[in-house]
Antibody, heavy 112, light 112 residues
Framework: EVQLVESGGGLVQPGRSLKLSCAAS????????MAWVRQAPTKGLEWVAS????????YYRDSVKGRFTISRDNAKSSLYLQMDSLRSEDTATYYC?????WGQGVMVTVSS | DIVMTQGALPNPVPSGESASITCRSS???????????LNWFLQRPGQSPQLLTY???TRASGVSERFSGSGSGTYFTLKISRVRAEDAGVYYC?????????FGSGTKLEIK
């Protein structure tokens, strides 16, 4: 059974950093592109970033370019999202996904 | 960026009836491999999104035959036959033709 379990969320002040992790199991992690998708409270889904099989290619939405870094460790079947210079508009539930399966999400709140 | 525009439903939909959700893209979603990269998701209240169909019309594993996707180019439809209470939630279309990946704003389905 495919499982994606996010962790690392919480309350953080504007301008500070946070690193999200996603532990994957039940499939060959290195065979899949992975992505982070977020959902602000009461809002729709918003793609954040994607990473290729070996991490050689990364893609970001404009609003997070230069602030967020997606990475992966295939040996650990883990996906990461380093979030720097956080803003109030980054407040959302962040989901880890390979497209078909999604984690339960982790909440990030950016507030002073 | 490719803009995804979803239509609304005449809620609530009586149980047992059919419902169709439309989705338009601002650019053709046909890729050079001939496939059309359009996904449909359902997000039930309090849950993570669930992939329903990909490549416009291919049902994801375990998805009921009551869900059928169709369309081509820039116009797509998700039809839900014989709606049930468990179908209630917000439906999203997503283009994965090119980065940045983009979602529609969501279509809410309520069941009567």
């Amino acid at each position: 059974e495919v499982q994606l379990v996010e962790s690392g969320g919480g309350l953080v002040q504007p301008g500070r950093s946070l690193k999200l992790s996603c532990a994957a199991s039940g499939f060959t992690f290195s065979d899949y592109y992975m992505a982070w998708v977020r959902q602000a409270p009461t809002k729709g889904l918003e793609w954040v970033a994607s990473i290729s099989y070996d991490g050689g290619s990364t893609y970001y939405r404009d609003s997070v370019k230069g602030r967020f870094t997606i990475s992966r460790d295939n040996a650990k079947s883990s996906l990461y999202l380093q979030m720097d210079s956080l803003r109030s508009e980054d407040t959302a539930t962040y989901y880890c996904t390979e497209g078909m399966s999604w984690g339960q999400g982790v909440m990030v709140t950016v507030s002073s | 960026d490719i803009v995804m525009t979803q239509g609304a439903l005449p809620n609530p939909v009586p149980s047992g009836e059919s419902a169709s959700i439309t989705c338009r893209s601002s650019k053709s979603l046909v890729y050079k491999d001939g496939k059309t990269y359009l996904n449909w998701f359902l997000q039930r209240p309090g849950q993570s999104p669930q992939l329903l169909t990909y490549w416009t019309s291919t049902r994801a594993s375990g998805v009921s035959e009551r869900f059928s996707g169709s369309g081509s180019g820039t116009y797509f439809t998700l039809k839900i036959s014989r709606v049930r209470a468990e179908d209630a939630g917000v439906y999203y279309c997503q283009q994965v033709r090119e980065y940045p990946l983009t979602f529609g704003s969501g279509t809410k389905l309520e069941i009567k």
